[in-house]
């Protein structure tokens, strides 16, 4: 079977076209992104910005040719922390019914969290369970405890992303210490909600996804171009994930956007991704360790949502 599956976050719309087997193995056809910020000032104002519905939409329309190309049978369209939070949602809703001929499912923050889980787990081998899936977004961050069968322990979403930090917190450049503090004064009080429905500490192996998380690890790695094979699968180790992410928070937009692999547009939320996810490591680290196990390394992974939509385009998810 042929499938679509649309992710339109916060900072980014994303497509897979995808063939799916009679076991649920997915095979990648077409996989797409596009910076369009359709979260621009939600979390300032409550409502999407009619120049940011524009971009959206002139991305949809492009991905509704790909769709038609490649005869998809099954399309699911997933929006998520932008969408769910603003007032005129409707206008976005209606937009993409005409253009792609189904509506987007508006997910709360537990079914973004699911369906990232279900996408992250398809390819991984030899992880202990239970497993850790962080999936950082530009306007949320979903944290998944469960197992590789794919049975949910618990699952949070926490209010705190890339995107929404930036416009939030991180307004200078290079954003001054206050700024930076205040920052992690809001990722630590989301982190202490989140632990009241996920029990950090009882995680045996964490997975990253997400381009924020790869971006760090694409610069760990050194990489001049974007190398989705040498991602996908890498162990990080906690000590490169500290440098990395610092480098992120320290830099200036001109030293981020001169970055090789990184997509232009995502240059100006990098240093508040890169703090949120080096928060998020070291509380784990910490749980680990309280609970009588070292964490040393986070597995990074290339499949997420988007692969979670195309198995439920597929009838393979619920």
Avoid at 175 to 199: F, G, K, P
Avoid at 212 to 218: D, F, K, L, R
Wanted: net charge negative.
């Amino acid at each position: 079977m042929r499938v679509a599956g649309i992710d339109c976050g916060t900072n980014s719309i994303r497509l897979l076209i995808a063939d799916v087997d009679a076991r649920g193995v997915l095979t990648d056809i077409v996989r797409r992104m596009e910076i369009v910020r359709l979260g621009q000032g939600v979390d300032r104002i409550g409502e999407l910005d009619p120049q940011a519905l524009a971009r959206t939409f002139a991305a949809i329309d492009d991905y509704a040719n790909d769709i038609a190309k490649y005869k998809c049978e099954s399309i699911v369209f997933a929006a998520t922390s932008a969408t769910r939070d603003a007032r005129n949602r409707d206008v976005f809703i209606s937009g993409v019914r005409e253009r792609l001929g189904v509506s987007p499912q508006v997910f709360s923050g537990i079914q973004e969290a699911r369906t990232s889980f279900a996408g992250a787990i398809q390819t991984l081998t030899g992880p202990l369970d239970p497993v850790l899936a962080i999936d950082l977004g530009g306007g949320s961050t979903e944290l998944v405890l469960g197992t590789r069968d794919g049975d949910i322990i618990s699952a949070f979403s926490m209010d705190v992303g890339s995107v929404r930090m930036r416009e939030r917190r991180l307004v200078s450049d290079p954003a001054t210490s206050a700024e930076i503090d205040a920052a992690r004064h809001d990722i630590r009080q989301a982190l202490d909600e989140a632990e009241q429905h996920v029990n950090l500490g009882q995680a045996r192996t964490i997975v990253g996804l997400a381009g924020t998380i790869t971006s760090v690890a694409a610069l760990s790695l050194g990489l001049t171009e974007y190398d989705p094979q040498r991602i996908h699968g890498l162990q990080m180790s906690v000590g490169h994930i500290e440098q990395a992410t610092q480098w992120f928070i320290d830099a200036t937009f001109d030293e981020r956007r001169s970055v090789a692999f990184l997509h232009p547009q995502r240059a100006d939320v990098m240093n508040a991704g890169a703090l949120v996810w080096q928060e998020v490591v070291r509380r784990i680290v910490l749980r680990s360790e309280q609970a009588g196990h070292r964490l040393d390394s986070v597995m990074i992974s290339e499949h997420d949502i988007l692969d979670g939509l195309a198995l439920r385009a597929a009838g393979v998810l619920a």
